[in-house]
């Protein structure tokens, strides 16, 4: 069974390791329900208590999903989801709102799909530059206060940004993206939520599947699949890419391990303080990932993983231009 850590200096207890949804329903190629169903009711017997999951997957047919998974276990799940990227019925983009009156009706809106009367953390899923940081706490605490949510959290901020959130009403959590190929929280981020005793969620600690060495090429994957837009996974920046993997995957079958599990091991041993949310659609890789809490490393294993992967190593940036990406 997954270990629990406790998320910041709240009494929120979550397993160490996290099942993001969003990959069920949109992104990754092709979805199936029932695999994305099974493989929920398989993490949850296997202690992965921390679900994921966002009004803008699918858009709004992750949350259903994630529901329709739930009933009946609602009191052996902790459930998180997100606001803040507003979507058309028909998947269109209309920007990032974190607007108060927005806040309150995308809350309802998620609950409704998530056929429950609360849920355990409401994230802002990107920072909106154009609404004072201020002005959307202020409408998350108030959804806090009514009972519809349990505890805040944010995505993708910056550390001034936490600060400022964090003075409106306490901010539990914050989850950004974290691997061994996206080190960048490590320099003002980290240190600022570990000072204010904000939980950290690191997502995609596998690289969106890159590190798990069986990424190859982009036109391999599905036409719609959204890392075919992402400047890691394409030309020059691909070839240097692909050669850091092929090192991880030599480094971890000298430990016996794979290269997910290994990836998985060094961020969770970047601190108690840590849960790490990966995302998977399929019970198969859910298996294989959960043994990477398992999986122990030395001080001089998680050196040589460090400078593998130190930040100039890697190329290209995780988002086109950083968009989105409160810096």
Known sequence: MVKQRKLGKSNLAVSELGLGCMGMSEFYGPADEAEAVATIHRAIELGVNFLDTSDAYGPFTNEKLVGRAVAGRRDKVVIATKFGFERREDGSWLGINGKPEYVRKACDDSLRRLGLDHVDIYYQHRVDRKTPIEETVGAMAELVRAGKVRYLGLSEASAATIRRAHSVHPITVLQTEYSLWSRDVEEQVLPTVRELGIGFVAYSPLGRGFLTGTFHR????????????????????????????????????????????????????????????????????????????????????????????????????RYPGMRGIDR
């Not at 997910?260 to 041993?269: C, G, K």
């Not at 108690?272 to 990966?278: E, S």
């Not at 490393?297 to 992967?309: K, R």
């Open 218 to 317: 982009a036109e391999e994957t599905a036409a719609d699949d959204f890392r075919r837009t992402l400047p890691r996974f394409g030309g020059e920046n691909l070839e240097r890419n692909l050669a850091l993997v092929e090192e991880l995957k030599r480094m971890a079958a000298a430990k016996g391990v794979s290269a997910a599990q290994l990836a998985l091991a060094w961020v969770l041993a970047q601190g108690d303080d840590i849960v790490v949310l990966f995302g998977t659609k399929r019970r198969k890789y859910l298996e294989e990932n959960v043994k990477g809490a398992d999986v122990r490393l030395s001080a001089q294993e998680i050196g040589a993983l460090n400078t593998l992967f130190r930040p100039e190593a890697v190329a290209g940036e």
